[in-house]
Each structure stands twice: as structure tokens, then as C-alpha cells.
């Protein structure tokens, strides 16, 4: 039952998906930071949505991830248990090798000043 009977397409959006809802469900993430318009022209070759850039390469799948972090969160922590999380859910949900994760933590956001 092992006979390969076609191929397999990803479409880039599925693989963004996947990176934004891991992303999101990870404490410490506030929301995504949406990529700078100067910076997204520089991004060529692969699928960018707010937050998040896409590119499917010979080595696998590159992931690069733009968050706003709480407060308290540990910034090395968060960005190295983000970059697992996408990897292992990259992996086990679409079976495709990934080459790279990177986390940008571009901004903190700030709790909420209590009103007296």
C-alpha cells in the first residue's frame, strides 16, 4: 500500500495558516506585527501575509514571523519555543522538511494602565 499513485500540492497559504494559528495559540504572543511595506518588497519568491513570509525552497520550508510580544513574556524563550512549535506542526501536518524558522520580536506591548 506503499504505491505512490500522484503528488501532493501545498498551496503556500496553507503553510501560512498553519504558521499564524501556531504562532497565535503560543503565550506570550500578543498579536502579529505586520511587516514594513519597505521590507516587503524585499521579499521575493515566496507567499508574505501580515506577520508572516513563506518561501518553499530545494532545503524545505523557510518561516519568518514578525510578533508583538506581552510584556512579560521572555523574549528568548518565547522566540525559541515558536520556532519548535512551527517546525514539529509543519512537519506533522503536511509531512514537508523545514530548512528555517525565524522569529522577529518586533515590538512589546505594554499592560494596560489600571484606571483609579
Not at 506533522?92 to 520580536?105: K, T
Request: glycine residues 8%.
Amino acid at each position: 500500500m506503499d504505491d505512490v499513485q500522484g503528488k501532493v500540492t501545498i498551496a503556500p497559504q496553507v503553510l501560512s495558516a498553519i504558521v499564524r494559528l501556531t504562532t497565535l495559540e503560543q503565550s506570550g504572543v500578543r498579536r502579529l506585527a505586520p511587516v514594513p511595506p519597505k521590507v516587503r518588497g524585499l521579499l521575493t519568491g515566496g507567499t508574505a501575509e501580515e506577520g508572516i513570509f513563506i518561501a518553499v525552497t530545494e532545503q524545505g520550508v523557510q518561516a519568518e514571523v514578525h510578533v508583538v510580544a506581552d510584556a512579560q513574556a521572555n523574549m528568548l524563550k518565547l522566540g525559541q519555543t515558536l520556532q519548535t512549535g512551527i517546525t514539529r506542526a509543519i512537519e506533522e501536518m503536511v509531512g514537508m522538511p523545514v530548512a528555517a524558522v525565524d522569529v522577529y520580536i518586533d515590538d512589546v506591548a505594554l499592560p494596560a494602565a489600571s484606571a483609579e
